[in-house]
């Protein structure tokens, strides 16, 4: 599967693989493992997709908000493979956070925007293993943070 056709199939505009702002990398390759930092919420504007799920914004727009997040790690990943997505052997696994307040339940509903985001371009490669987490706080006050793992080829 041609995966940068699938993104212009789509209609989707990766952005900007972003460097990171703290003593950490964006991106780490080990074996054939690629680790992806976690991705906050920004939208295509390049503005924060701020607040608590549950509180200020909605299911609907958490789930939005993990799927800027999962575009971010594309373009990550793509940046880390020298711009060749088809090194790209299957996505491992992906980590939720959800920036919601205590009685919210449904973060998993919230972290299926990143999840079928990455299957929509993917298909079987983006099949992954997932965790979906509330907290209470995330930096800078996004809603949605999300990594992820990769296998390389």
Do not use: W
């Not at 003593?23 to 780490?28: E, G, I, L, R, S």
């Not at 999962?70 to 992906?94: E, G, H, T």
């Amino acid at each position: 599967m041609n995966f940068e056709k699938k993104i212009l199939e789509l209609n989707l505009e990766l952005p900007e693989a972003k460097a990171p702002v703290g003593n950490y990398v964006a991106t780490k390759i080990i074996g054939k493992l690629l680790y992806i930092s976690g991705q906050i919420s920004i939208s295509y504007n390049g503005e924060l997709i701020k607040g608590k799920i549950g509180k200020e914004l909605t299911t609907d727009q958490g789930y939005d908000a993990a799927k800027r997040c999962a575009l971010s790690i594309i373009s990550q990943a793509k940046k880390a493979c020298n711009d060749d997505l088809s090194k790209i052997k299957s996505c491992v696994k992906l980590t939720g956070f959800v920036n919601s307040t205590d009685e919210f339940t449904e973060q998993p509903k919230v972290i299926n925007g990143a999840s079928d985001l990455i299957v929509s371009i993917f298909g079987d490669t983006g099949m992954h293993t997932r965790a979906a987490v509330s907290t209470n706080s995330l930096p800078l006050g996004v809603s949605v943070e999300v990594d992820a793992i990769f296998e390389l080829n």
